[in-house]
């Protein structure tokens, strides 16, 4: 099986089906991404190069994104939590995610996936 794949079916409840849900409006927004398991959690990939990945980690399920350096939507509802690069979307349950909000995150990553990782 696939390594982020069985990471992700590995997770305790409710953080699998955040997992699972995220990965469909991923998957579904940017048909095109290509998922891999690197640096022990699953990342998504575009054209070679990294997009977002998936976290399950202290009560929550972190959405990072690598250019968020670059983004410009929904920013006041990103948590940076002291990293001074990487902004994420955190989910403690499927009712906190907005599909809307997620769906225009992603197609704004999406925009700025060839601009370098720093500013």
């Not at 696939?2 to 991923?26: C, G, M, R, T, W």
């Not at 998504?44 to 690598?66: A, M, Q, S």
């Not at 006041?76 to 902004?87: A, E, I, L, N, S």
């Not at 995150?105 to 999406?110: F, K, R």
Request: hydrophobic share 40%; charged share 25%.
């Amino acid at each position: 099986m696939n390594p982020a794949k069985d990471y992700i079916l590995k997770q305790p409840e409710p953080f699998k089906s955040i997992l699972l849900h995220l990965q469909l409006v991923i998957e579904q927004t940017l048909p095109e991404v290509d998922l891999k398991y690197k640096w022990r959690v699953p990342f998504y990939y575009i054209e070679g190069r990294p997009l977002c990945y998936l976290n399950h980690t202290k009560g929550y399920v972190d959405l990072g994104f690598w250019n968020s350096a670059h983004l410009t939507v929904h920013l006041d509802r990103m948590t940076v939590d002291g990293r001074k690069m990487m902004r994420s979307l955190r989910y403690r349950n499927l009712e906190e995610i907005d599909d809307a909000v997620l769906a225009e995150v992603l197609q704004n990553a999406y925009a700025v996936r060839n601009k370098k990782f720093w500013k």
